[in-house]
């Protein structure tokens, strides 16, 4: 059998990029928050339409249509976590209720999107060009070679956000004790603007990646969600460095999957995965990697 | 003259059916150092904590440097408290409230909430070092691996942080051992409150005397007695 270990070596990372960019959001909306953002994958589709509709009526310079992308995941971002955070996170029984508010909306928004655009899925002019790009004696498809390193500059970016300024203390603030926060002058709910607004433009930014290689449908954000949700509960929800590795993980599996059993076993060896994950780890591998915990 | 630090009138608080607080007035002048004693469970820690709005629900005015922060409110606790402690308030709950993960360094850093005191915390950051010298070494610490004294100091010096009008302190000493909660409270003493005040709830009245300005006694909900 002849087996490409490049081509494996680089479908992994791809998709790793991009498995880590949505399980990001959903990670770090749950850890600040206290919420499973099911609506993500619509941001996921908005920004995915955002970037077309760039491309379309605008320009279809590359950083145009990913600035369209990732602006109209933003602002999707804004629209859930003012209709389905800032009215409930105060009230009793919060996290079902919601799971449930972001699930409706979703559903709504996935059948506007098909009411607005109908079910034939779109495509996105070529943003890293068509010759493959060639480092050493490798050859990396342009888009996916332009989709590691947007994905991987991004992340950098975000974690060193975290990390290092002012919000980024707040938001692991929050995370860890929301009376504190409180107390040290955090504001839950326009934190809670900006975390949406910045995980939107997440998966803003991994829809114009992966449409690279897919398309935009009004249900292009269904398997992404599926998928990030996989990779945030494998790698323990809220955990950053978790969700990195996970995500690494996930899309090696489906890379190996789809090379040597074929594509339609790839969700039922990712599912798989997560459940001897959670059965050897129960709180994800994040566990391992968080040096404190109480 | 000024409006004084903290003005209520009318307080009423409490948690679900339960009335913790009944109708307190009480002033704080600028300048001053007060004590409120009183023994468990007769309402220090919820006077602390119906000023900073953290109770279930509250009734009353509470006016801090002269502006309104109190009112009627029920349910929704901690929804206003940013904006209480962005007017002046600088509020070191009991237990500390500390993020566990959070190093001592990012504590601190986390209590310069405003862009000028963000702009100062290294400065600010050396002052507090000399007066919680223990800190010193520790600043690389997550805070969830500290001693309980260590603990008490981190939540102490996020507090002192920010320049506030108001600084509420709850129990100081609970919990630490006689030697540590004396070196918590001297530290206290050191800190110039400048036109603001200090409020210091205590059990331990030996650990106060002579070193405020007045006591306040706290029973059953109520203010009974002042010195």
Redesign the interface.
């Known amino acids: 059998m002849d087996v490409d270990i490049g081509f494996i070596a680089i479908t992994a990372l791809t998709l790793g990029c991009i498995y880590a960019l949505l399980a990001l959001g959903v990670s770090i909306v749950f850890a600040s928050l206290g919420m499973i953002n099911m609506a993500h994958g619509l941001s996921f589709a908005v920004a995915g339409y955002g970037a077309w509709a760039t491309a379309q009526w605008l320009s279809t310079a590359p950083w145009a249509v990913l600035g369209g992308g990732m602006l109209a995941g933003g602002l999707c971002g804004l629209l859930i976590c003012s209709v389905a955070f800032i009215p409930l996170h ?1 009230k009793p029984n919060f996290v079902v209720r919601s799971l449930v508010a972001t699930l409706a909306i979703s559903l709504l928004g996935v059948q506007g999107l098909l009411t607005a655009f109908g079910p034939n899925a779109k495509s996105l002019p070529p943003l890293f060009g068509t010759a493959p790009w060639t480092w050493g004696g490798w050859q990396i498809p342009a888009d996916k070679g332009g989709a590691i390193v947007c994905a991987l500059l991004l992340m950098g970016l975000t974690l060193l956000w975290m990390t290092r300024s ?1 919000m980024g ?2 938001v ?2 929050m995370m ?13 709910r326009s934190t809670a603007l900006t975390v949406m607004a910045l995980t939107g433009a997440l998966a803003g930014l991994a829809a114009v990646l992966l449409s690279q290689t897919y398309f935009v449908s009004p249900f292009s954000g269904t398997t992404p969600l599926v998928k990030g949700l996989i990779v945030a509960l494998a790698g323990g929800l809220g955990s950053v460095p978790g969700a990195v590795v996970a995500a690494a993980l996930v899309g090696l599996i489906e890379a190996l999957t789809g090379a040597f059993l074929g594509g339609q076993y790839v969700l039922i060896t990712q599912f798989l995965f997560i459940i001897a994950v959670l059965l050897w780890r129960p709180r994800g591998l994040g566990g391992l990697l ?5 | 003259m000024s409006a004084p630090v903290l003005q209520v009138r009318g307080l009423s608080a409490g948690y679900g059916p339960l009335t913790v607080l009944h109708d307190l007035d009480f002033t704080v002048q600028a300048g001053e150092r007060v004590a409120l004693i009183g023994l468990n469970g007769h309402g220090k820690s919820t006077l602390f904590r119906a000023i ?1 709005g ?1 109770t279930d629900w509250q009734r009353g005015s509470v006016q801090l440097g002269g502006r309104e922060v109190g009112g009627q409110r029920s ?5 206003h ?3 209480i ?2 007017a002046g308030l600088a ?1 070191m ?1 009991q237990g ?7 190093t001592v360094a ?1 504590h601190l ?3 310069a ?2 862009s000028a005191a ?1 702009r100062q915390r290294r400065q600010r950051q050396e002052e507090l070092l000399c007066v919680f010298e223990p800190l010193r070494k520790l600043l690389a610490s ?1 805070v ?2 500290l001693s309980g004294g260590e603990r008490r100091m981190v939540s102490l010096a ?2 002192l942080m ?1 320049p506030a009008k108001l600084y509420l302190v709850d129990e100081p000493s609970l919990g630490l051992a006689p030697k540590i909660s004396r070196a918590v409270v001297d530290a206290l003493m050191q800190i110039d409150v400048g036109q603001g005040a200090m409020v210091i709830a205590e059990q331990n009245l030996a650990l106060l005397s002579g070193r405020v300005n007045r006591t306040l006694g706290m029973h059953a909900g109520q203010l009974k007695g002042s010195a």
């Open positions: 105060d002012r203390l707040q692991r603030a860890q004790n929301p009376e504190g926060a409180a107390l040290v002058g955090i504001g839950v968080d040096h404190s915990r109480e | 900073s953290l349910g929704s606790p901690g929804r408290t940013h904006r402690v962005r509020h709950p500390d409230a500390i993020f566990p993960g959070l990012q850093d986390c209590g909430y405003t963000w997550p969830g691996t996020r507090g920010t």
